[in-house]
């Protein structure tokens, strides 16, 4: 082949490649444009109860829900006579524990004739686990439920200064709809895919993405906390939270169990840890801990103490507070002792 030729071909092939490029970068710019847009559309004045749970029908490897999103697996209701339902957050939901070893599971096997459903949530509060009993879990008659809550009780109360406030996901009213998850698919699971032709790959091939938000939002500010906070009227707040919470359920004839929430502070670095500085967070914890405790002897409910039962047990603990699997198989044994003593 000649030189000539040659170049001729280079060339050929070059603008061949710099054509189909520039075919896929205007795709992709247009599909970005019509996601935009479509996702803008949404944004319509909206009032209603945020109703924070689990997304209905997941199907992943280790989590699974069902329609109404409680997580599985749990033994039928129809086949059962009591039910006790788990409410709380991210330490409550086990994302990252087996199935076959989250808490729901391993109280269940050890209680006869019950179903144990679990509608834990990652960033759930106790504000959110009221909205969710009265408007979800109540329909279900249940016998009895399980309260979990600390952390982010005390982190929406030292960012925001109340759980009255406008955070884009833990907000207890929707304002608007570009607060609702309609339009949020996830990630491109292809790492190529997902850098170049996201918006492609959502509008042509949407099986591709797996569940995580399309956009992240940061959860707080980067800013410093307020140097001002009150922390004892933070806590008073939570323990109003958490009075009107177990008052409510046994308005309507339901045992509430309260717990505390183990931790591992000292074992692990925190996120965003310079915007927290002034406060002890591990302590700060102990102190909601300690709201949690009165709660219960006020109120005469019984209290099943994670963090005094899992104190200086690391190996309980993948990060602060989350639970490896022998962290749930062990507490789950604890839930269950107090459980029976409940119901029977």
């Known amino acids: 082949m000649s030189k000539k030729k040659f170049i001729y071909w280079i060339i050929l092939i070059s603008i061949t490649l710099l054509m189909f490029i520039g075919t896929i970068a205007i795709v992709e710019l ?20 945020r109703l924070r749970q689990p997304f209905s029908n997941q199907d992943s490897d280790n989590f699974k ?18 039910t006790v339902v788990f409410l709380g957050g991210s330490t409550t939901e086990c994302k990252k524990v087996k199935d076959n070893k989250r808490i729901h599971v391993k109280v269940e096997e050890q209680l006869t004739n019950v179903s144990c459903l679990n509608i834990g949530n990652s960033g759930n509060h106790s504000m ?6 009265a408007n979800k879990v109540l329909s279900l008659s249940p016998d009895l ?55 492609i790959s959502l509008v042509l091939f949407p099986t591709t993405f797996q569940g995580e938000d399309l956009i992240e939002n940061r959860e707080f500010s980067d800013k410093p906390l307020r140097p001002d906070l ?13 009075m009107g919470l177990i008052n409510y359920t046994r308005f309507w004839g339901v045992k509430p169990i309260l717990m505390t929430q183990g931790s ?20 700060l914890h102990k102190e909601f801990n300690k709201v949690v405790r009165d709660v219960a002897s006020i109120s005469k409910v019984p209290l099943v103490d ?11 603990f993948y990060d602060v507070v989350h639970y490896t699997d022998s962290g749930s198989v062990f507490i789950s044994n604890h839930i269950a002792k107090e459980i029976k003593r409940v119901l029977n």
């Open 230 to 242: 009150n922390i004892d009227f933070l806590k008073d707040m939570y323990r109003k939270s958490m």
């Open 65 to 82: 829900t069902d329609s109404l999103g409680f997580i599985l697996p749990y033994k039928s209701l129809d086949s059962t006579s009591k």
């Open 145 to 199: 439920v399980v309260i979990n809550h600390n952390i982010n009780d005390l982190s929406i109360l030292i960012n925001t200064g109340t759980y009255f406030n406008k955070h884009p996901q833990r907000s207890l009213l929707l304002n608007n709809t570009n607060q609702l998850y309609t339009y949020k698919v996830g990630y491109p699971k292809n790492w190529f895919v997902r850098k170049y032709i996201p918006y």
């Open 128 to 133: 959110h686990s009221l909205n969710l009993f």
């Open 30 to 49: 247009y599909c970005s444009y019509s996601y935009y847009k479509y996702r803008d559309s949404l944004k319509n004045d909206l009032k209603a109860i």
């Open 264 to 283: 591992c502070f000292e074992e692990y670095s925190l996120k965003n840890i310079e915007r927290y500085h002034g406060y002890n967070l591990d302590s």
């Open 306 to 316: 994670a963090e005094n039962l899992m104190e200086n047990k690391k190996e309980y």
